[in-house]
């Protein structure tokens, strides 16, 4: 929550995504079949704080994601969701982001070898934004 002292206006940050651009700035997955595309736009992170659920926020987030990824010469989005979180997998689906290739668990393996706590496997989706053949980011 933010103040804003010259109008007394009090703002709550109610969520954030980060998109990556590169492949140089994102970190390299150990199976290829999980890497989306180095030249490709990455929905890194996205978050709604729990408060803000189920209004709206996601999507409108999405939404200006993808945007921003046209104004900059883009044809598409690609993202990781886990897959034991329904309500991301939910919203992904539903706005049109297809499953390109799903993690391989490690199960029983990651809770003896990671620490204890068994790694949730992820799915890549890619959501095509333009098929016009013109993705070139103006950078």
């Known amino acids: ?67 921003l990824v046209l104004e900059m010469g883009g044809c598409d989005v690609w993202l990781h969701v886990r897959l034991d979180q329904p309500a991301p997998c939910a919203l992904y689906s539903g706005d049109g982001y297809e499953e390109v290739a799903r993690d391989k668990s490690l199960g029983a393996f990651a809770s003896i070898f990671g620490g204890g706590k068994p790694s949730s496997p992820r799915a890549l989706m890619r959501k095509s934004l333009r098929d016009d053949g013109s993705c070139n980011f103006m950078l």
Do not use: H, Q, W
């Open 1 to 67: 929550t933010t103040t804003d002292a010259s109008e007394g206006e009090t703002t709550e940050i109610v969520g954030f995504v980060t998109v990556s651009i590169s492949g140089k700035s994102r970190p390299e997955e150990s199976d290829r079949a999980m890497s989306p595309p180095a030249d490709a736009a990455y929905l890194a992170n996205a978050c709604v704080g729990a408060s803000s659920r189920r209004r709206g926020v996601g999507r409108a987030l999405l939404r200006a994601v993808e945007a």
